[in-house]
């Protein structure tokens, strides 16, 4: 199976490990991976701020970049939302709405596409920690997906998964909204952050390094030493004599 690998920005600039991460996952599970050179932003930083317009040509970008692709896979269920409301923003298009109905029914959040595409549960991963999951905003309420994270955790040798209080609760990021509106923020992320101390948890995981990048900053400030990782670097805590071999 051919997948095209849909970076995104927080991730290609700051966060490349689980951009790798992602990709040794997938070519372990027997895909063929592959990155599309032209991709940049989906454009949601600008429409979430009101700017349609000025974000239709990162949109139109994107459809371009992907057009030839069979499976375009990303590690943000808040980014792969984005391409999911293409279909509506260029409804009635002649030229740009079939290319954004064709890009959003391909396009799938990293453990979606494991278990709902592949049907895997278990890639074989083995991670020793008390770990909790932070469940994103975009990935629950836009893209709908609420399972696939936990599905996934479950099946992790040596993981041990505590529930978090308030779970469905926003971390405070919202992306723009963290610096539009501050102090709401950060009592949101006071909350989360308070959440995630009270389960005893050495391990943060969340779908979106968006939320990671907001509660792990918190955590530091608080001198807590919680550590922080992306889902895929967590399915991807093998042996490296595991690594190179295909699962199936």
């Known amino acids: 199976m051919k997948?095209?690998?849909?970076?995104?920005?927080?991730v290609d600039l700051m966060f490349p490990n689980v951009g790798k991460a992602m990709v040794e996952v997938l070519e372990r599970l027997g895909c063929e991976t592959d990155f599309p050179a032209s991709q940049v932003c989906?454009?949601?930083?600008?429409?979430?701020?009101?700017?349609?317009?000025?974000?239709k040509n990162a949109m139109k970008n994107m459809m371009l970049a992907f057009e030839h692709s069979d499976y375009v896979v990303g590690p943000s269920g808040s980014c792969v939302a984005m391409f999911h409301?293409?279909?509506?923003?260029?409804?009635?298009?002649?030229?740009?709405?079939l290319k954004a109905i064709a890009l959003k029914e391909k396009s799938f959040e990293f453990t979606q596409f494991i278990v709902r595409l592949l049907g895997i549960t278990d890639v074989g991963a083995r991670l020793d920690g008390i770990a909790t999951y932070h469940r994103s905003?975009?990935?629950?309420?836009?893209?709908?997906e609420k399972e696939t994270p936990f599905l996934l955790l479950e099946n992790v040798s040596g993981l041990q998964l505590k529930p978090l209080k308030n779970l469905d609760n926003c971390c405070g990021f919202g992306g723009t909204f963290s610096v539009k509106m501050p102090?709401?923020?950060?009592?949101?992320?006071?909350?989360?952050?308070?959440?995630?101390?009270?389960?005893?948890?050495?391990?943060?995981?969340?779908a979106d390094m968006g939320c990671l990048m907001n509660i792990g900053g918190r955590l530091s400030r608080e001198g807590k030493t919680?550590?922080?990782?992306h889902i895929a670097e967590v399915l991807n805590s093998v042996?490296?004599?595991?690594?190179?071999?295909?699962?199936?």
């Open 3 to 10: 997948v095209s690998i849909f970076s995104t920005c927080l």
């Open 42 to 55: 989906c454009g949601q930083p600008t429409y979430n701020s009101g700017y349609l317009e000025d974000s």
């Open 85 to 97: 409301e293409y279909p509506a923003i260029f409804k009635g298009d002649p030229e740009w709405e």
């Open 137 to 144: 905003c975009h990935m629950t309420r836009l893209l709908g």
């Open 183 to 206: 102090e709401i923020s950060e009592q949101m992320v006071d909350e989360k952050s308070a959440c995630v101390i009270d389960t005893g948890a050495d391990i943060l995981i969340s």
């Open 226 to 229: 919680i550590r922080v990782m």
């Open 239 to 248: 042996p490296e004599s595991v690594k190179g071999g295909a699962l199936v």
